[in-house]
Structures are given as C-alpha cells and as structure tokens.
C-alpha cells in the first residue's frame, strides 16, 4: 500500500509539474483507483483476521463512501460505533451516508447524536460538517432558527467556512434557504 501511496503522489505530483501533458493527467487518476482497490482489498482481508477492530471498519468504510457505496459503508459504521474512542467521527460518517442516501431523517438523528461528543478544538472538520449538515437539513425544514443556530456555531470557529455566512445573512433577511 506505501508503495502505490508513493507512485500516485509521485504521478500526482508530475502532473502538477506539467499540465499540458495527456498522459501526465491520466497517470494519477489510475493509480488513484488502484490505490483505493487495493485498500478496499486489503482491509476487507485485515477484518476477516481482526474482526473485532473498528478502526478498520471505519477505514474501509472511508473507502467504500469514496465508491459512494452508501449502504456497504453504512454497515461498517454501524459495527465501529462500538469503539468509543471513534464513536464522534463514526457518526458524522454516518449522516455524511445517510445524506447521500437520501436518508435525511437518519442522517439529522446521526449529527445529533454526535453533537455532544464533538467540540471544535479537537475535532474541527468533524464539528463544523456536523454542523452544517443540521444547518442545511434545518434550511430544508424551514427551521430558519435552528438553521441559524447552526451556522453560528460554525462561524465562532471558521469565518470563512464554505457558504455558511452567505446562508446564515440569507436566513436573517428573511429569505428561505435551498
């Protein structure tokens, strides 16, 4: 696996250097992929020997949410929620699944519950995507306030994080949110 991590920032980075080239371009995109055959590979057989470890759960579902194979990852988060020390991050994954699954309801209920356990100086990107995710499904609610709520929470901690002050002044002209 370190050695296919090298080849494609090695391409990746070749790329960079020249943008002119097709086949320069092409190169990383295909070690991308087999990087994340391989990873999905290797840690499928790494579960079946260590069934118990959640860590390797939640990295193959990573993987499987990079496929966008909601309900595969799904169920690997379901059986990770069970290491406490993940628990946060596992549940912001979730919802982050259930959104994509069209699953909405379960998705607020997975950013709610990982709320109290996340806090947005050990954990920054986990806080502010739990955050926006509630933000943009109380928007879809026409929850304009606990929307707000929302994306001040995120706005104390990152100013400039994605749409957010632009949505949250929407919110407050009294426009409604999309």
Partial sequence: LDKLR???DEAAATARANPD???AQ???KELAGKL????IHVFTERITRHAQDCRLKCELAKRHMKLQKW???IMLLQQALADSRIEA???VMMGECFINDKKLPLAKRQFEKALPKLNSHDNPDMYKTAHYALGRLAEKDGNREVAEQHYGDILTVDYGYKDVLKRL???QSGERGS
């Fill in 169 to 171: 002044e929407k919110l």
């Fill in 36 to 39: 994340l055959k391989t990873e």
């Fill in 21 to 23: 080239n097709e086949e």
């Fill in 71 to 73: 309900q595969d990852a």
């Fill in 6 to 8: 090298n080849e494609s």
């Fill in 89 to 91: 991050e596992v549940l």
């Fill in 26 to 28: 092409k190169k990383p």
